[in-house]
């Protein structure tokens, strides 16, 4: 079996201002959102990721995470957004935050 994604193309498409902080927002809660259900399968804080002891060293706040951790969130919440106004729809602000 051969597997040759095919993701949106957002070559093109840039975040700025209220969005960029938008993705930030958004990678904090795809942290939680991940953290959470680790938590809810039993999993705990741990120095190293030990999948049999159900440790993880990434269980802590998002401002705790390494940077690499925290650019995997950021990416996922940029892509997502990128791939949005890709499909032709459009992003604003409505300050109901």
């Given amino acids: 079996m051969s597997y040759?994604?095919?993701?949106?193309?957002?070559?093109?498409?840039?975040?700025?201002?209220?969005?960029?902080?938008?993705?930030?927002?958004?990678?904090?809660?795809t942290h939680d959102v991940w953290s959470?259900?680790?938590?809810?399968?039993?999993?705990r804080y741990g120095e190293k990721r030990d999948d049999e002891k159900r440790e993880h060293p990434?269980?802590?706040?998002?401002e705790h995470l390494p940077e690499s951790e925290r650019l995997v969130d950021r990416n996922t919440a940029?892509?997502?957004l990128k791939s949005i106004v890709a499909l032709g729809y459009s992003i604003r602000n409505d300050g109901a935050a």
Avoid: F
């Fill in 78 to 80: 940029e892509q997502v």
């Fill in 36 to 43: 959470e259900t680790r938590l809810a399968q039993g999993w």
């Fill in 58 to 62: 990434c269980l802590v706040d998002y």
């Fill in 4 to 29: 040759n994604p095919k993701p949106i193309d957002t070559t093109n498409v840039q975040l700025c201002g209220d969005v960029a902080e938008l993705a930030e927002r958004l990678a904090r809660n």
